[in-house]
Nanobody, 116 residues
Framework: QVQLVESGGGLAQAGGSLRLSCATS????????MGWYRQAPGNKRELVAT???????NYADSVKGRFTISKGSAKNTVYLQMTSLKPEDTAVYYCNAASLYGNTYWGKGTLVTVSS
């Protein structure tokens, strides 16, 4: 079974930075796409950023210019570099992977809290 484990969450001040990591049980090349989603209390889970097998990226309008998704050189890790953090970025962030055969997988999440 595919396993995804997020790390790097914590407390940050508004305007600060955090880097989230998603460690996978398979190399990133095995997936059609990977991404980061987030869910704030009382809200629906929403897309933050995605990266395809070919390296194309997509971002939610709310994070464009501030967040960057990338693949690690180790080939089994995906990162989300977050800069210029805002209090509204506070949420549980989840790693997601989509296989070449239509299956999807989720990590358990890591909490990001941004104070003003």
């Amino acid at each position: 079974q595919v396993q995804l484990v997020e790390s790097g969450g914590g407390l940050a001040q508004a305007g600060g930075s955090l880097r989230l990591s998603c460690a996978t049980s398979e190399i990133v090349f095995s997936f059609n796409a990977m991404g980061w989603y987030r869910q704030a209390p009382g809200n629906k889970r929403e897309l933050v950023a995605t990266i395809t097998r070919g390296g194309s990226t997509n971002y939610a309008d709310s994070v464009k210019g501030r967040f960057t998704i990338s693949k690690g050189s180790a080939k089994n890790t995906v990162y989300l570099q977050m800069t210029s953090l805002k209090p509204e970025d506070t949420a549980v962030y989840y790693c997601n992977a989509a296989s070449l055969y239509g299956n999807t997988y989720w990590g358990k999440g890591t909490l990001v809290t941004v104070s003003s």
